[in-house]
């Protein structure tokens, strides 16, 4: 027999002490994983839409600077198939920092073709806008510095 009041604490004690628990639980648990998920997805696209529209407002630039240093950043990635068999593959982003005749320093992501023929100490005129590598022209006799030894 329920009493007027009692119904709530029923239902509460129902729905947690019940052997349906678990199936009772994993709805929500999942609810609120798909809703993180997508939560980052959106988060993430709205960060790159941002970052394109502030680089787009930038003015393009080019400026001397020299190559302070350059870096590679090496991911490997793990591929599952069906039959249980696993691939691997890598994958590599290059940056190249320069160096203004400020002395401020901005680090670019660039192809690899290009970070192949830079070298350290090359100096030239940067073009880029705003966090986006547009081009590095260098100097001929930075090159021909390098030849000489």
């Known amino acids: 027999m329920l009493f007027k009041g009692h119904r709530e604490e029923f239902i509460l004690e129902s729905f947690f002490y019940t052997g349906d628990t678990l199936f009772n639980l994993i709805p929500i648990f999942m ?30 630039l080019s400026v001397h600077a020299i190559i302070s240093s350059k870096r590679t950043n090496v991911s490997r990635h793990t591929h599952h198939h069906d039959d249980h068999m696993h691939s691997h593959s890598t994958s590599t982003t290059y940056y190249v920092t320069f160096q203004f005749e400020s002395g401020d320093r901005s680090e670019f992501r660039i192809s690899g073709k290009e970070y192949g023929q830079l070298a350290e100490g090359d100096s030239g005129t ?6 986006r590598y547009l081009g590095f022209e260098r100097d001929f006799h930075s090159s021909q510095d390098t030849l000489r030894g």
């Open 126 to 131: 940067l073009t880029f806008q705003g966090t």
């Open 31 to 60: 609810g609120i994983i798909f809703i993180i998920v997508i939560g980052s997805i959106i988060l993430n696209a709205g960060k790159g839409i941002s970052q394109w529209k502030k680089n787009e407002d930038s003015p393009r």
